[in-house]
């Protein structure tokens, strides 16, 4: 079949490819099969360095395609290969998908309907199901949709691992969290606004495609970006994959990217991935935007009464009205209600990117009272490892979601807490109770027990 190759296609499909010419095959030659006629889109596949093996007879499956193959002489990664693919599209919608991403038939024609409808969100995000040995047949012989599975434990999409979340659309007004690229689109105009992918991510595994839509997100005006489409659906090939290397990379890659941007979004994707780290995220906002719109959380009553009593000015304060508070210049804040800077991060504190033992103390003022007990833990140890004193304030206040602090809870929770730290209850005049945290030293460090002499002996070695 001869395809129309003047005039501008509507989307162009950027495919980074290495060493994996084994799946480019069959998604180039699903991509023949597509319900879009083929004259409406164009396909560059980027080849990321490694050895051409295989590559002639891949690039073949894709014969009467717009398709056009450009080549690295030496492996850069994918976040510049997807670079240097959109430098060679001329369509104004972008849709990236990897090599392994087997298209079902309907797939690029409900990528472009979507932009083609007015005034919907600017990014698309398509399903990816798994697919294990038992279906591989199927995807071989060219099966369609019906024989292949959605459903685990052969198929399912891994971010959402207990079906599709038809009745739950809030997770996409942070849909950038769970915005891969193996299946997604977006026009191009924001693309080449915020400058595409950072290439420093280079060989590493992973987050460079959701760092890319965090951007394009910000970029974008306030609202919901991104959209769902539970059918426009990819397969995901079976390759091979260093499970554990990926995701020691992938961590790596998350802990550089919360440093850079010291916010409650990127310190949950450091510890949740998936659609639970989005519905976190969500659950942490509003809390947050609860506390500012009270002006809870004040911080300067325990500044005013407790800063004389810590051990240094080292001191991180969570909670609100940073501003009127009396705060020496080596302080630190978690304040929501004062703009993010050098000082003042707009975390939560469950892994905040601050240097272990760099602080002489953490105080939380309420704010822990809001955290989910899995959080308050993670909290707790984090501010731990930043200093050797953790104090949480409990006020008088209350709010819906916050955690009560009369003495029967307080003194519950100094006694769950006592099983990894030394913790003391103080009621102070004029600011509320004070549960103070200190670590317990490692076994290791602990002195020896005094042991009877014929009690050693009596165990002693033959």
């Known amino acids: 079949m001869s395809v129309q190759t003047t005039g501008t296609p509507e989307l162009s499909v950027v495919m980074p490819t290495f060493q994996d010419a084994q799946c480019l095959e069959l998604t180039l030659r699903a991509l023949t099969r597509q319900t879009l006629p083929p004259e409406r889109f164009e396909v560059i596949v980027v080849r990321d360095g490694g050895s051409p093996a295989g590559y002639p007879e891949a690039l073949a499956a894709g014969a009467g395609l717009r398709l056009r193959l450009v ?72 099966a369609g949709p019906s024989a292949l599975p959605r459903t685990y434990p052969h198929g399912g999409d ?7 979340p038809d009745g739950d659309r809030d997770w996409l007004r942070v849909g950038w969290a769970l915005a891969y690229t193996h299946n997604i689109s977006l026009p191009r105009a924001p693309f080449d606004e915020i400058g595409g992918y950072r290439e420093e991510f280079g060989l590493s595994y992973g987050m460079e495609d959701i760092e890319l839509f965090y951007r ?23 390759h091979h ?31 949740i991935v998936g659609h639970e780290a989005a519905r976190r995220i969500l659950h942490y906002r509003s809390l947050v935007d609860e506390c500012v719109r009270r002006s809870s959380c004040a911080i300067g009553p325990a500044v005013a009464r407790l800063a004389d009593r810590l051990p240094g000015p080292r001191v991180l304060w969570v909670g609100t009205g940073s501003d009127r508070a009396d705060l020496p210049e080596a302080a630190l804040t978690f304040d929501y209600a004062a703009p993010p800077g050098p000082t003042n991060f707009h975390l939560v504190g469950i892994a905040p990117p601050i240097p272990p033992g760099s602080l002489d103390a953490v105080v939380s003022v309420d704010f822990w009272r809001h955290l989910l007990w899995p959080e308050l833990c993670q909290f707790v140890k984090a501010s731990a490892l930043l200093a050797g004193q953790v104090h949480l304030v409990a006020t008088d206040d209350t709010a819906p979601g916050m955690c009560v602090a009369d003495a029967a809870t307080t003194e519950y929770l100094r006694q769950a807490l006592a099983a990894e730290y030394t913790a003391d209850l103080h009621d102070m005049d004029g600011l509320g109770t004070v549960l103070s ?26």
């Open 158 to 164: 891994m971010r959402f691992p207990s079906g599709a």
């Open 241 to 271: 994959k260093d499970i554990g290397r990926n995701w020691a990379e992938m961590m790596a890659n998350t802990r550089t990217l919360a440093t850079l941007y010291p916010c409650l979004e990127w310190e949950f994707l450091s510890v």
């Open 216 to 238: 394009v997100d910000r970029h974008l005006p306030p609202g919901v970006n991104f959209a769902f489409d539970d059918d426009a659906r990819v397969v995901h090939l079976p």
């Open 437 to 462: 945290l200190r670590p317990r030293p490692p076994l290791a460090d602990l002195p020896a027990p005094d042991v009877p002499a014929d009690h050693e002996a009596a165990y002693a070695p033959a």
């Open 71 to 142: 080549e690295f002489p030496e492996r850069r990664g994918r976040a510049a290969a997807r670079n240097e693919g959109v430098r060679h599209a001329s369509a104004p919608l972008l849709v990236f998908l990897d090599a392994d991403s087997y298209a079902l038939p309907d797939l690029l024609e409900r990528h472009l309907a979507h932009h083609a409808a007015p005034d919907g969100p600017a990014v698309l995000i398509g399903r990816r199901d798994e697919i294990g040995m038992a279906h591989l047949p199927a995807v071989l012989a060219g």
